[in-house]
T-cell receptor, first 112, second 119 residues
Framework: DTEVTQTPKHLVMGMTNKKSLKCEQH?????MYWYKQKAKKPPELMFV???????INESVPSRFSPECPNSSLLNLHLHALQPEDSALYLC???????????FGAGSRLTVL | EDKVVQSPLSLVVHEGDTVTLNCSYE??????LLWYKQEKKAPTFLFML????IEKKSGRLSSILDKKELFSILNITATQTGDSAVYLC???????????????????FGQGTILTVHP
């Protein structure tokens, strides 16, 4: 298995909703990442987990809450989002000693 | 502030043409430069370059890095419609964290080049 699987593919939520994005990989990668990509812009790093521990938080607002329950799963919990948070959220993973990230297909989030 | 700049921002060619995409960078502690292809959603890995002057090749695609002049180029020969995509350049910076033997860190992406190949 050489894939990073993200669900859901599309999500529409109101500003008062609570939802979660999920990411799964079975490549044995111990570093996992969340990136945010706005239309026609490059991906921007949000969070990095290494060995299930949060290693990098790029000053992301607290309405985004990451969670890494085990080495294969990464979640992004969403609460009280704003319309400007609408974007493609990409999950990625990497193996030990490598800078190469494997990306998932992303979750397209629309906040109304 | 660290920067990764790609040019051109968009490019329209016909099948069979050769294209050259450019990526220049200004980062404090360079570790490696990566090229990704993004069609619709997931960026897919093309090349990673760490040393100057060593060309990486994969079929019709090739890339080279110049660490003195701080740039990289991605060449695509005999383009096909399936090459239409956004090509992203990204730089990995030191320090690259290492916990329990796993490396992790930050990739800074350029804004991408939109390549459109017409039949």
């Amino acid at each position: 298995d050489t894939e990073v699987t993200q669900t859901p593919k599309h999500l529409v939520m109101g500003m008062t909703n609570k939802k979660s994005l999920k990411c799964e990989q079975h490549m044995g990668h111990r570093a996992m990442y969340w990136y945010k990509q706005k239309a026609k812009k490059p991906p921007e790093l949000m969070f990095v987990y290494s060995y299930e521990k949060l290693s990098i938080n790029e000053s992301v607002p607290s309405r985004f809450s990451p969670e890494c329950p085990n080495s294969s799963l990464l979640n992004l919990h969403l609460h009280a989002l704003q319309p400007e948070d609408s974007a493609l959220y990409l999950c990625a993973s990497s193996q030990a000693g490598a800078n190469v990230l494997t990306f998932g297909a992303g979750s397209r989030l629309t906040v109304l | 502030e660290d920067k990764v700049v790609q040019s051109p921002l968009s490019l329209v060619v016909h099948e069979g043409d050769t294209v050259t995409l450019n990526c220049s960078y200004e980062v404090t502690n360079f570790r490696s430069l990566l090229w990704y292809k993004q069609e619709k959603k997931a960026p897919t890995f093309l090349f990673m370059l760490t040393s100057s002057g060593i060309e990486k090749k994969s079929g019709r695609l090739s890339s080279i890095l110049d660490k003195k002049e701080l740039f990289s180029i991605l060449n695509i020969t005999a383009t096909q419609t399936g090459d239409s995509a956004v090509y992203l350049c990204a730089v990995a910076e030191r320090p690259w964290g290492n916990a329990g033997g796993t490396s992790y860190g930050k990739l800074t992406f350029g804004q991408g080049t939109i390549l459109t190949v017409h039949p």
